[in-house]
């Protein structure tokens, strides 16, 4: 059949209809008498849950001994127990059509889990001797040693993590938030005794959040918990240090360089705020204005119009202590310095001038949507669930975040570009060859050249 004239096409993109309500499910939260928090919510749209346990300890307190610890520690921990070796916990989780796995950021460690409700009780008896009977075979310890060393290689060529690690290094200096990785030489000198012991000292029901959301009910699922976890043995646990920041004497510039790159990453940088801070919300608007979304004015500005780069993007990033706000793009080696023109162009124009009602109303719509989006499967809603209670954000900060959001005005956007889009002190990070972006650079300020392996050049 013929398309149709393209005079009776439509001839505007219809309306949206307005946003449908979340209909939050009643969750359960309640603390063992071991201290163990627990929080559960019923979801029955499949026969299946999901479930992170937490551990609020993860790479920042253990900074001073090894680096990465907490990550290698939770990594290594999955590989066998007193009671079941590597392989019988790959068997035992096949049987059971589960999945499992465990890692650690700067501030958490956690083991996540999901399967077939008809196995809960199975496969949450496999997560609690993980949690508190992991025995750490040495020769795993070995192989995961092995390619954590072999991915380190990797990463000290990939302009992304030279750049992320160079800017958290000049935002954070000496505190943990200022490494993100070991180097080889950390790696190769760790000890199964260190991961034993961090495991012992953190990996306390006291310490920990279980998170879990799928088929079942609650009071049932809390009577399998108590049995699976209700021994676990109590005990003392350390924060993790938090020393002085480094102070940013205005805008400066760090060159990594990487020799015979033929393009360039771009970091940009200031210290923010957490999640706790009144002013998130506020923020987290701004940004995806800025450059947090497909259709912000970075994207419009280098991607669409200058055509510098593929994927610009920006974010505010939140932990625990303290978060810094970025902006990234990889461009060709002839456009350092006009990309950079670009980014502060915007930034500035965030800072004087209102949004438009049409672009603010956009900017909200977007967040609430992704909001939404991220609460349609069990995955999001435990990760969301999980992140406000480890946050200890108020009780009713999920179901009231939507109407929060849609509250905002440009003037609260104009006040957190303000406030934290610090165009003056901006830290600059560039990866790529020095001979090639060197002059670009210096347009910005007197580069600070450093290697691929973070000394000074």
Do not use: C
Request: glycine residues 8%.
């Amino acid at each position: 059949m013929a398309s149709a004239p393209r005079s009776e096409l439509p001839a505007a993109v219809p309306p949206l209809t307005p946003a449908r309500p979340v209909i939050w499910p009643p969750r359960v939260h309640k603390t063992l008498s071991n201290g163990l928090e627990v929080v559960l919510v019923e979801s029955h749209t499949i026969p299946k849950f999901t479930g992170e346990l937490f551990f609020r300890s993860g790479n920042a307190v253990a900074i001073a001994k090894a680096p990465g610890l907490a990550d290698m520690t939770a990594t290594v921990a999955r590989t066998g127990t007193l009671k079941r070796s590597s392989r019988e916990i790959e068997e035992d989780l096949r049987r059971m059509g589960s999945d499992l796995s465990s890692g650690a950021g700067a501030d958490t460690s956690v083991i996540s889990f999901a399967g077939l409700v008809e196995f809960s009780n199975g496969l949450l008896g496999l997560v609690s001797e993980l949690a508190q009977q992991a025995n750490f075979p040495e020769d795993e310890f070995e192989r995961e040693r092995r390619q954590l060393i072999e991915g380190l290689r990797i990463e000290r060529t990939t302009p992304g993590f030279l750049a992320s690690e160079r800017l958290r290094r000049v935002l954070f200096g000496a505190h943990p938030y200022g490494t993100i990785s070991p180097t080889e030489v950390q790696v190769t000198s760790y000890r199964v005794e260190q991961l034993k012991e961090f495991y012992q000292r953190y990996y306390r029901p006291g310490n920990a959040l279980l998170v879990m959301v799928g088929d079942f009910s609650p009071q049932a699922m809390l009577a399998q918990i108590e049995s699976a976890f209700g021994s676990w043995a109590s005990g003392p646990v350390e924060e993790a240090p938090d020393p002085a920041l480094p102070e940013l004497p205005g805008r400066r510039v760090y060159l990594v360089h990487l020799p015979g790159s033929v393009q360039t990453q771009i970091s940009v940088g200031n210290r923010a705020i957490t999640r706790k801070h009144p002013d998130w919300l506020r923020l987290t608007l701004a940004n995806s204005i800025y450059g947090g979304a497909f259709n912000s004015r970075l994207v419009m500005n280098i991607r669409e119009e200058k055509g510098y780069t593929y994927s610009p993007h920006s974010g505010a990033h939140p932990m625990r202590q303290h978060g810094y706000f970025s902006i990234g793009a990889a461009v060709r080696n002839d456009v350092v310095a006009a990309t950079l023109t670009e980014i502060f162009y915007e930034i500035d124009r965030m800072r004087s001038t209102p949004v438009g009602e049409e672009e603010l109303d956009d900017a909200r719509s977007y967040l609430t949507g992704v909001f939404s989006l991220g609460l349609a499967t069990q995955d999001g809603l435990a990760g969301q669930l999980a992140t406000s209670t480890l946050e200890k954000l108020p009780d009713d900060y999920l179901e009231t975040y939507r109407e929060r959001v849609l509250k905002l005005t440009s003037a609260d956007v104009l006040d957190a570009a303000q406030k934290y889009f610090d165009s003056a002190h901006a830290q600059i990070v560039i990866v790529g060859d020095r001979a090639e972006i060197e002059s670009q650079a210096a347009q910005f300020g007197k580069p600070e050249v450093y290697d691929a392996q973070g000394n000074r050049i």
